[in-house]
Protein backbone atom coordinates (compact mmCIF):
# COMPACT_ATOMS: atom_id res chain seq x y z
CA UNK A 1 0.00 0.00 0.00
CA UNK A 2 1.22 3.77 -0.48
CA UNK A 3 1.63 5.43 2.81
CA UNK A 4 1.41 9.12 1.83
CA UNK A 5 3.72 11.66 3.00
CA UNK A 6 3.27 15.27 3.63
CA UNK A 7 3.88 16.02 0.16
CA UNK A 8 1.56 13.47 -1.47
CA UNK A 9 -1.15 14.79 0.57
CA UNK A 10 0.37 18.91 -0.47
CA UNK A 11 -0.07 17.52 -3.98
CA UNK A 12 -3.65 15.66 -4.28
CA UNK A 13 -4.75 18.62 -2.78
CA UNK A 14 -3.37 20.94 -5.01
CA UNK A 15 -4.18 19.09 -8.42
CA UNK A 16 -7.70 17.76 -6.88
CA UNK A 17 -6.59 13.97 -7.98
CA UNK A 18 -7.13 11.36 -6.06
CA UNK A 19 -3.53 9.38 -6.81
CA UNK A 20 -0.20 11.16 -7.32
CA UNK A 21 0.52 9.46 -10.51
CA UNK A 22 0.61 11.98 -13.72
CA UNK A 23 0.99 10.03 -17.02
CA UNK A 24 3.45 11.67 -19.28
CA UNK A 25 2.47 13.38 -22.25
CA UNK A 26 3.38 10.97 -25.17
CA UNK A 27 3.07 12.62 -28.87
CA UNK A 28 2.58 10.08 -31.97
CA UNK A 29 1.08 7.21 -29.77
CA UNK A 30 -1.28 8.51 -27.64
CA UNK A 31 -4.54 10.78 -28.01
CA UNK A 32 -7.58 11.50 -25.42
CA UNK A 33 -8.13 7.97 -25.12
CA UNK A 34 -5.30 7.21 -22.58
CA UNK A 35 -5.93 10.55 -20.74
CA UNK A 36 -9.74 9.68 -20.03
CA UNK A 37 -8.37 6.19 -19.04
CA UNK A 38 -6.38 7.92 -16.33
CA UNK A 39 -8.47 10.42 -15.11
CA UNK A 40 -11.26 7.54 -14.54
CA UNK A 41 -8.54 5.74 -12.39
CA UNK A 42 -7.75 8.49 -10.30
CA UNK A 43 -4.65 9.83 -12.15
CA UNK A 44 -3.77 13.29 -13.99
CA UNK A 45 -4.60 12.36 -17.72
CA UNK A 46 -2.42 14.12 -19.94
CA UNK A 47 -2.87 15.33 -23.49
CA UNK A 48 0.03 16.06 -25.96
CA UNK A 49 -0.85 19.54 -27.97
CA UNK A 50 2.05 20.08 -29.53
CA UNK A 51 1.22 18.40 -32.59
CA UNK A 52 -2.53 18.81 -32.78
CA UNK A 53 -4.49 21.58 -34.84
CA UNK A 54 -6.45 24.29 -32.32
CA UNK A 55 -10.01 22.28 -33.59
CA UNK A 56 -8.11 19.06 -32.72
CA UNK A 57 -7.23 20.46 -29.04
CA UNK A 58 -10.25 21.72 -28.80
CA UNK A 59 -12.40 18.35 -29.58
CA UNK A 60 -9.76 16.54 -27.60
CA UNK A 61 -10.58 18.09 -24.55
CA UNK A 62 -14.66 18.03 -25.24
CA UNK A 63 -13.99 14.51 -25.02
CA UNK A 64 -12.25 14.14 -21.68
CA UNK A 65 -14.36 16.40 -20.60
CA UNK A 66 -17.53 14.57 -21.35
CA UNK A 67 -15.85 10.98 -20.05
CA UNK A 68 -14.57 12.66 -16.32
CA UNK A 69 -15.02 15.84 -14.81
CA UNK A 70 -11.18 15.28 -12.92
CA UNK A 71 -8.58 17.94 -13.60
CA UNK A 72 -6.27 16.40 -17.06
CA UNK A 73 -3.07 17.99 -18.78
CA UNK A 74 -2.22 19.16 -21.83
CA UNK A 75 1.10 19.09 -22.84
CA UNK A 76 2.99 21.98 -25.24
CA UNK A 77 6.80 22.28 -26.39
CA UNK A 78 8.44 25.56 -25.39
CA UNK A 79 11.76 25.20 -27.31
CA UNK A 80 13.50 28.23 -28.98
CA UNK A 81 12.49 27.67 -33.15
CA UNK A 82 16.21 27.41 -34.28
CA UNK A 83 17.12 28.63 -37.82
CA UNK A 84 17.21 26.08 -40.51
CA UNK A 85 19.35 26.97 -43.16
CA UNK A 86 19.48 24.78 -46.79
CA UNK A 87 23.62 24.33 -46.24
CA UNK A 88 22.26 22.19 -42.65
CA UNK A 89 19.63 19.80 -44.67
CA UNK A 90 22.11 19.28 -47.45
CA UNK A 91 24.59 18.23 -44.64
CA UNK A 92 22.43 15.96 -43.18
CA UNK A 93 20.80 14.67 -46.33
CA UNK A 94 24.53 13.83 -47.55
CA UNK A 95 24.86 11.77 -43.94
CA UNK A 96 21.49 10.04 -45.01
CA UNK A 97 21.79 9.58 -48.43
CA UNK A 98 22.80 5.89 -48.83
CA UNK A 99 19.17 5.02 -46.86
CA UNK A 100 17.75 7.09 -49.59
CA UNK A 101 18.86 5.12 -52.03
CA UNK A 102 18.48 1.63 -50.33
CA UNK A 103 14.89 2.12 -49.47
CA UNK A 104 13.81 3.94 -53.03
CA UNK A 105 13.72 7.37 -51.95
CA UNK A 106 14.05 10.68 -53.42
CA UNK A 107 14.95 13.91 -51.80
CA UNK A 108 12.03 15.46 -53.15
CA UNK A 109 10.58 13.57 -49.63
CA UNK A 110 11.99 15.92 -47.94
CA UNK A 111 9.94 17.94 -46.09
CA UNK A 112 10.06 21.26 -45.74
CA UNK A 113 7.55 22.80 -43.55
CA UNK A 114 6.09 21.55 -39.90
CA UNK A 115 7.75 19.70 -37.52
CA UNK A 116 6.97 20.21 -33.58
CA UNK A 117 6.03 24.26 -33.15
CA UNK A 118 6.75 25.95 -29.96
CA UNK A 119 3.82 27.38 -28.27
CA UNK A 120 1.95 29.83 -29.89
CA UNK A 121 -0.32 32.50 -29.14
CA UNK A 122 -3.38 30.57 -30.55
CA UNK A 123 -2.71 27.98 -28.38
CA UNK A 124 -2.38 30.14 -25.01
CA UNK A 125 -5.77 31.71 -25.81
CA UNK A 126 -7.94 28.95 -26.25
CA UNK A 127 -6.22 27.10 -23.15
CA UNK A 128 -6.90 29.56 -21.58
CA UNK A 129 -10.32 30.12 -22.73
CA UNK A 130 -11.19 26.13 -21.77
CA UNK A 131 -9.72 26.76 -18.62
CA UNK A 132 -7.44 23.88 -18.94
CA UNK A 133 -6.55 22.18 -14.97
CA UNK A 134 -2.27 21.48 -15.54
CA UNK A 135 -1.02 22.79 -18.81
CA UNK A 136 2.46 21.40 -19.09
CA UNK A 137 5.65 22.55 -21.14
CA UNK A 138 8.35 20.44 -22.28
CA UNK A 139 11.72 22.48 -23.02
CA UNK A 140 11.84 25.14 -20.45
CA UNK A 141 8.65 27.80 -20.35
CA UNK A 142 7.10 29.52 -23.09
CA UNK A 143 7.80 33.61 -23.17
CA UNK A 144 6.45 35.34 -20.64
CA UNK A 145 3.27 37.40 -22.41
CA UNK A 146 2.09 33.46 -23.36
CA UNK A 147 2.93 32.02 -19.88
CA UNK A 148 0.86 34.79 -18.20
CA UNK A 149 -2.27 34.68 -20.48
CA UNK A 150 -1.93 30.31 -19.11
CA UNK A 151 -1.62 32.11 -15.22
CA UNK A 152 -4.21 34.19 -15.95
CA UNK A 153 -6.69 31.37 -16.77
CA UNK A 154 -6.00 29.58 -13.23
CA UNK A 155 -4.14 26.56 -14.68
CA UNK A 156 -1.27 25.00 -12.66
CA UNK A 157 1.54 25.36 -14.90
CA UNK A 158 3.91 22.38 -14.84
CA UNK A 159 7.65 21.91 -16.75
CA UNK A 160 10.27 19.55 -16.84
CA UNK A 161 13.69 19.79 -15.60
CA UNK A 162 16.96 17.87 -16.32
CA UNK A 163 19.43 19.47 -13.65
CA UNK A 164 18.64 21.45 -10.19
CA UNK A 165 20.02 24.63 -12.43
CA UNK A 166 17.05 24.10 -14.53
CA UNK A 167 14.59 23.72 -11.50
CA UNK A 168 15.73 26.77 -9.70
CA UNK A 169 15.11 28.64 -13.53
CA UNK A 170 11.63 26.93 -13.68
CA UNK A 171 10.99 27.88 -10.27
CA UNK A 172 12.12 31.49 -10.58
CA UNK A 173 9.98 32.32 -14.03
CA UNK A 174 6.76 31.27 -13.27
CA UNK A 175 6.20 26.89 -13.01
CA UNK A 176 4.35 25.97 -10.38
CA UNK A 177 5.30 22.48 -10.07
CA UNK A 178 8.77 20.86 -11.42
CA UNK A 179 9.18 17.06 -13.33
CA UNK A 180 12.21 16.27 -12.05
CA UNK A 181 13.18 14.01 -15.48
CA UNK A 182 16.03 11.75 -15.12
CA UNK A 183 18.27 10.07 -17.19
CA UNK A 184 16.51 7.38 -17.75
CA UNK A 185 13.40 8.63 -19.53
CA UNK A 186 11.97 7.68 -22.52
CA UNK A 187 11.34 10.03 -25.00
CA UNK A 188 12.89 13.60 -25.70
CA UNK A 189 14.98 15.27 -23.14
CA UNK A 190 13.64 18.32 -21.39
CA UNK A 191 16.93 20.12 -21.74
CA UNK A 192 16.77 23.28 -22.02
CA UNK A 193 19.58 25.77 -20.22
CA UNK A 194 22.40 23.35 -21.68
CA UNK A 195 22.95 20.87 -24.18
CA UNK A 196 25.83 19.16 -22.22
CA UNK A 197 24.71 15.91 -21.59
CA UNK A 198 27.58 15.62 -18.85
CA UNK A 199 25.13 17.58 -16.47
CA UNK A 200 21.78 15.12 -16.84
CA UNK A 201 21.80 12.27 -14.12
CA UNK A 202 19.87 9.34 -13.39
CA UNK A 203 16.24 10.07 -11.78
CA UNK A 204 17.45 9.10 -7.66
CA UNK A 205 20.31 11.17 -8.16
CA UNK A 206 17.91 14.36 -9.47
CA UNK A 207 15.26 14.08 -7.13
CA UNK A 208 16.83 14.80 -3.71
CA UNK A 209 19.22 17.29 -5.83
CA UNK A 210 15.90 19.34 -7.31
CA UNK A 211 13.76 18.53 -3.76
CA UNK A 212 16.77 20.05 -2.57
CA UNK A 213 16.78 23.42 -4.76
CA UNK A 214 12.81 24.73 -4.76
CA UNK A 215 10.12 24.86 -2.49
CA UNK A 216 7.58 24.00 -5.32
CA UNK A 217 6.26 20.61 -5.35
CA UNK A 218 8.76 18.22 -7.41
CA UNK A 219 7.32 14.96 -9.40
CA UNK A 220 9.30 12.17 -10.38
CA UNK A 221 10.12 11.31 -13.88
CA UNK A 222 12.53 8.50 -15.53
CA UNK A 223 12.51 4.75 -14.63
CA UNK A 224 9.49 4.72 -13.28
CA UNK A 225 7.75 1.43 -14.56
CA UNK A 226 6.50 -0.76 -10.87
CA UNK A 227 5.49 -0.65 -7.44
CA UNK A 228 9.54 -0.93 -6.57
CA UNK A 229 10.37 2.13 -8.13
CA UNK A 230 7.72 4.24 -7.27
CA UNK A 231 7.76 3.66 -3.42
CA UNK A 232 11.41 4.92 -3.83
CA UNK A 233 10.54 7.94 -5.40
CA UNK A 234 7.77 8.57 -2.87
CA UNK A 235 10.51 7.75 -0.01
CA UNK A 236 12.85 10.78 -1.53
CA UNK A 237 10.72 12.71 -1.14
CA UNK A 238 8.76 13.05 -4.62
CA UNK A 239 5.07 14.57 -4.35
CA UNK A 240 3.68 12.34 -7.31
CA UNK A 241 5.31 10.34 -10.16
CA UNK A 242 5.31 11.01 -13.87
CA UNK A 243 5.13 7.71 -15.60
CA UNK A 244 5.46 7.04 -19.27
CA UNK A 245 6.79 4.17 -20.70
CA UNK A 246 4.68 1.76 -18.10
CA UNK A 247 1.21 3.59 -20.21
CA UNK A 248 3.02 2.67 -23.62
CA UNK A 249 1.58 -1.02 -23.49
CA UNK A 250 -1.81 0.10 -22.05
CA UNK A 251 -4.72 -1.00 -23.58
CA UNK A 252 -5.57 2.43 -24.47
CA UNK A 253 -2.46 3.81 -25.75
CA UNK A 254 -1.81 3.65 -30.11
CA UNK A 255 1.44 2.17 -29.69
CA UNK A 256 2.20 0.37 -32.95
CA UNK A 257 2.43 -3.34 -32.97
CA UNK A 258 5.86 -3.29 -33.62
CA UNK A 259 6.73 -1.03 -30.82
CA UNK A 260 5.00 -2.81 -28.29
CA UNK A 261 6.79 -6.03 -29.30
CA UNK A 262 10.16 -3.91 -28.99
CA UNK A 263 8.76 -2.91 -25.65
CA UNK A 264 8.37 -6.99 -24.45
CA UNK A 265 11.22 -8.63 -26.21
CA UNK A 266 14.98 -8.30 -24.75
CA UNK A 267 15.85 -5.62 -27.60
CA UNK A 268 13.90 -2.77 -25.01
CA UNK A 269 16.81 -3.38 -22.38
CA UNK A 270 19.25 -1.84 -24.54
CA UNK A 271 18.22 1.96 -25.02
CA UNK A 272 20.18 4.92 -25.63
CA UNK A 273 20.18 8.61 -26.50
CA UNK A 274 20.08 9.92 -29.75
CA UNK A 275 19.14 12.79 -31.68
CA UNK A 276 19.01 11.49 -35.44
CA UNK A 277 15.41 11.14 -35.41
CA UNK A 278 14.45 14.82 -34.29
CA UNK A 279 17.54 16.81 -33.57
CA UNK A 280 16.69 16.93 -29.89
CA UNK A 281 18.13 13.93 -27.63
CA UNK A 282 15.49 11.52 -27.02
CA UNK A 283 16.03 7.89 -25.37
CA UNK A 284 14.58 4.57 -27.38
CA UNK A 285 15.08 1.28 -27.90
CA UNK A 286 18.46 0.74 -30.03
CA UNK A 287 18.56 -0.08 -33.73
CA UNK A 288 20.34 0.03 -37.18
CA UNK A 289 19.65 3.52 -37.67
CA UNK A 290 20.91 4.88 -34.20
CA UNK A 291 23.90 2.70 -34.24
CA UNK A 292 24.78 3.34 -38.05
CA UNK A 293 24.61 6.91 -37.92
CA UNK A 294 26.53 7.20 -34.12
CA UNK A 295 23.56 7.71 -31.94
CA UNK A 296 24.74 11.47 -31.66
CA UNK A 297 24.83 12.66 -34.73
CA UNK A 298 26.81 16.39 -35.69
CA UNK A 299 25.46 16.39 -38.79
CA UNK A 300 21.70 16.39 -37.81
CA UNK A 301 20.14 19.92 -37.60
CA UNK A 302 18.50 21.41 -34.36
CA UNK A 303 15.41 20.35 -32.79
CA UNK A 304 12.85 19.98 -34.81
CA UNK A 305 14.47 19.88 -37.73
CA UNK A 306 16.44 16.74 -38.27
CA UNK A 307 13.24 14.88 -38.66
CA UNK A 308 12.54 16.37 -41.78
CA UNK A 309 15.09 14.26 -43.69
CA UNK A 310 14.60 11.66 -41.26
CA UNK A 311 10.32 10.93 -41.47
CA UNK A 312 10.65 9.60 -44.86
CA UNK A 313 13.31 7.05 -44.21
CA UNK A 314 11.36 6.33 -41.35
CA UNK A 315 8.14 6.21 -43.21
CA UNK A 316 9.18 3.92 -45.81
CA UNK A 317 10.54 1.21 -43.72
CA UNK A 318 8.03 1.15 -41.65
CA UNK A 319 5.60 0.37 -44.73
CA UNK A 320 8.06 -2.58 -45.59
CA UNK A 321 7.17 -4.02 -42.40
CA UNK A 322 10.90 -2.63 -40.35
CA UNK A 323 11.56 -0.80 -37.49
CA UNK A 324 14.99 -0.63 -37.67
CA UNK A 325 14.71 3.42 -38.82
CA UNK A 326 11.67 3.78 -36.36
CA UNK A 327 11.74 6.32 -32.88
CA UNK A 328 10.98 3.25 -30.38
CA UNK A 329 10.66 5.80 -27.88
CA UNK A 330 11.42 3.91 -24.15
CA UNK A 331 12.56 4.38 -20.81
CA UNK A 332 15.33 2.52 -19.21
CA UNK A 333 12.73 0.44 -17.29
CA UNK A 334 10.94 -0.63 -20.32
CA UNK A 335 10.94 -4.61 -19.51
CA UNK A 336 9.43 -3.91 -16.35
CA UNK A 337 6.41 -2.57 -18.35
CA UNK A 338 3.36 -4.30 -18.60
CA UNK A 339 -0.06 -4.35 -20.83
CA UNK A 340 -3.07 -4.41 -19.69
CA UNK A 341 -6.09 -1.57 -18.92
CA UNK A 342 -3.96 1.78 -17.98
CA UNK A 343 -6.44 1.43 -14.44
CA UNK A 344 -4.65 -2.14 -14.00
CA UNK A 345 -1.38 -0.50 -14.73
CA UNK A 346 -1.74 2.39 -12.26
CA UNK A 347 -3.00 0.15 -9.10
CA UNK A 348 0.36 -2.17 -10.40
CA UNK A 349 2.18 1.07 -10.12
CA UNK A 350 1.10 2.49 -6.70
CA UNK A 351 0.38 -0.95 -5.09
CA UNK A 352 -3.26 -1.01 -4.60
Known sequence: MLHHTKAINSFLDYVKVQLPIIQAPMAGVQDSKLAIAVCQAGGLGSLPGALLSLQKIESEIASIRQATDGPFNVNFFAHQQPDYTQAMQEKWFNVLQPYYQELGLTQDEIATTGGRQPFTHEQAALVADLKVPVVSFHFGLPEKALLNVVKKSGAIVVSSATTPAEARWLQANGADMIIAQGLEAGGHRGMFLSQDVTLQAGTFSLLPNIIRSVSLPVIAA??????????AAFAMGASAVQVGTAFLLADECDTKDFHRKALQSERAE????????????A???????MQETGYISESAPP????SFVSNPIKAKAESMGSDEFSS??????ARLAKSGTADKIIQDLLGH
Open 328 to 333: LWAGQN
Open 283 to 289: RGIVNRF
Open 303 to 306: FPHA
Open 222 to 231: GGISDNATAQ
Open 270 to 281: HTALTNVFSGGL
